[in-house]
């Protein structure tokens, strides 16, 4: 297989934005089995995070397991897309994932009720998936298996980073991920946003350590 030159070709795209408006996005959901996934599950909160020095990140938080706590949570970031006009858009298998997710959702809504702005800025801004990114700077294109962000933030070659590294916070005992996530959402919020926030503001700091030398 030919190495791919993503961020070869990329890096000059990214460079050369005159006002660079870049966020990351991932959302958690309620998924506790294999078969959850991809399958209508809950969207409960939505983590994004934007600008440079410094990193902000805005989370939002389902306030139950409902259609309309969710529905909430994806109107308030759509309303939020709308503020910060994002040029590029990050994630860490969000094309994959996150994306799908929001738009089975939106299969849902009738014609006025579409959220606009994710459509827009979906579809305008530069959308990468930083889990292909990072699997070429590691030069481990070739295995496509898709990579566990906690493996990524461990790794050696960003060890120099400042990353949040939360990951750590759904590693519960006689708990798998998902099941983790919920208990935290139910009954731990800080170590929920901790999570959060870590997921989102690293692949930040990632992509900018990759295309800036930052």
């Not at 006002?19 to 991809?38: G, N, V």
């Not at 294109?141 to 060890?159: C, Q, T």
């Amino acid at each position: 297989m030919k190495r791919p030159d993503s961020i070869e070709f990329l890096m000059p795209v990214f460079r050369s934005l005159r006002e660079p408006r870049i966020m990351s996005i991932d959302l958690e959901t309620l998924i506790e089995s294999k078969e959850d996934f991809l399958n209508n599950e809950r969207i409960i909160a939505i983590s994004m995070s934007y600008g440079i020095d410094p990193i902000r990140t805005k989370v939002l938080v389902a306030d139950d397991d409902t259609v309309k706590s969710e529905l909430k949570i994806l109107r308030d970031m759509d309303r939020f897309l709308g503020e910060l006009q994002p040029n590029v858009i990050l994630g860490y298998n969000h094309s994959g994932y996150d994306i799908p997710l929001i738009q089975s959702k939106l299969r849902k809504l009738s014609f006025s009720d579409q959220l606009w702005n994710f459509k827009y800025y979906s579809g305008t801004a530069i959308v990468t998936d930083m889990m292909y990114v990072i699997a070429e700077d590691l030069e481990a294109v070739g295995d496509f298996k898709i990579r566990k962000l906690r493996d990524v933030v461990s790794n050696p070659r960003y060890a120099t980073l400042k990353l949040r590294r939360k990951k750590e916070n759904v590693i519960i005992d006689g708990m798998n991920v998902g099941q983790a996530i919920k208990h935290l959402w139910l009954n731990d919020r800080t170590s929920f946003l901790e999570y959060c926030e870590g997921d989102t503001e690293d692949v930040l700091k990632i992509f900018y350590h990759i295309f800036y030398n930052l």
